[in-house]
């Protein structure tokens, strides 16, 4: 009966994901539909995770207006989106997620992603560039460099969610201090 629940659980996490996934593309491919801006949440005021609750938002918008290195602007049970802006040259440090995969949308800019199944063995080395995914399987070292001359901005899917709820670094500094005082 646990390896069932367990095996729900994993099941409904990456239907999530690709649900997700699903509506990130159809948006690239349809626009957005009409809406009267007045009702249109500013997105420069997301500075507070929605998370739990439901919420429709301009991702793309929200993402290039977005200008910390990382927040999590939806964080819920299974699922947690986060938006990201590296300067040119900064990095997501190398790293792996042993529990889930992960998703991430270039929406500006130029990065160069290397994965593997070890950390010193990266054979995976592509560059993304606007409009392009990235995906993370699970128990692969990945590490992400914005190699452009103009910030790197994207938006991550971690299911189940990586971070604090509602976390804010609004420097590659700031994430890497706190990285460093939550350290195992």
Request: charged share 30%; net charge negative; aromatic share 8%.
């Amino acid at each position: 009966m646990k390896k069932l629940i367990i095996t729900t659980n994993k099941t409904m996490m990456l239907l999530s994901a690709l649900c997700l996934l699903t509506i990130s593309l159809l948006i690239g491919c349809q626009g957005q539909p009409e809406t009267n801006e007045n009702e249109k949440e500013p997105v420069k005021e997301i500075m507070e995770d929605k998370g739990k609750e439901p919420w429709a938002f301009d991702i793309e918008e929200a993402t290039i207006d977005n200008d910390n290195y990382r927040i999590a602007v939806w964080s819920g049970e299974y699922m947690q989106v986060v938006l990201m802006s590296l300067k040119p040259g900064e990095i997501i440090d190398l790293e792996v997620h042993h529990d889930h995969d992960q998703f991430i949308r270039v929406e500006q800019g130029e990065a160069r992603i290397l994965m593997g199944k070890t950390e010193d063995d990266l054979p995976f080395d592509k560059i993304a560039k606007d409009d392009w995914a990235v995906l993370i399987p699970a128990g692969y070292w990945h590490k992400l460099e914005n190699t452009g001359d103009t910030g790197l901005k994207l938006y991550t899917i971690y299911a189940p969610p990586e971070h604090a709820a509602g976390i804010l670094h609004e420097t590659y500094e700031e994430a890497e201090e706190y990285h460093h005082h939550h350290e195992h």
